[in-house]
């Protein structure tokens, strides 16, 4: 971003924006942006599990009780679908079930609950994707990226159910952006000491 005023029509004439003015513009439309990502994703948040991912979701719903009963190893996720006795599950890291699970403390055991948990990783990640695009490019195109990004079908879809991948999607982008800023910081220090 430059820091040279920019021209604008205004009441006839022209004014020109201030890069503080430019900020201000940018940062109201990310959070238009990301308002509306959340509105998306939030709508019938409470409907029961019958997605095309239903049957996924209900693991996580089971893994999730399971936390939520007593079996607090986040390392062991446990399913009742498998008989009596420990029903341990090779799955993935189970953040969003055992975030649920502790939410359960709170709301009660409800599936807008798990679904919730995704919304709030899927809204991060169209967060997360929106530096890591300001980072690499510049403010115009992340304003641009993550907007599509937050009324893609396809990611409404998945952020808005009780299934791990808006948390991992979402740890990724960010670990992915931090990952540039170091390496940018790093090139900076190697050209100064140059």
């Known amino acids: 971003m430059t820091d040279e005023p920019c021209k604008s029509p205004l009441r006839g004439g ?4 201030t890069p503080k003015q430019r900020s201000l513009i940018n940062r109201g439309l990310l ?3 990301m308002f509306g990502a959340a509105l998306l994703r939030l709508y019938h948040i409470d409907q029961p599990f019958i997605d095309v991912v239903g049957w996924r979701e209900a693991d996580y719903a089971i893994i999730a009780d ?4 007593g079996h607090r190893n986040i390392f062991l996720p446990e399913v009742s679908w498998n008989g009596p006795g420990q029903n341990y599950v090779g799955y993935e890291f189970q953040l969003t079930t055992y975030l649920a699970a502790l939410l359960y403390h709170l709301f ?5 609950v798990g679904r919730g948990v995704s919304v709030v990783f899927g809204v991060w990640g169209v967060f997360a994707f929106y530096n890591l695009v300001r980072r690499a490019f510049d403010e115009l195109r992340a304003l641009v990226s993550c907007a599509v990004l937050a009324v893609m079908p396809g990611a409404v879809f998945v952020d808005r159910s009780f299934i791990p991948d808006p948390v991992m999607v979402a740890l990724v982008v960010t670990t ?9 910081d790093e090139q ?5 000491l140059s």
């Open 188 to 192: 900076s220090t190697w050209a100064g």
């Open 31 to 33: 959070l238009f942006i």
């Open 176 to 184: 992915g952006c931090f990952s540039l800023m170091c390496k940018m």
């Open 14 to 17: 022209t004014a020109e924006l």
């Open 108 to 112: 009660g055991e409800a599936d807008w």
């Open 66 to 69: 399971n936390f939520f009963q």
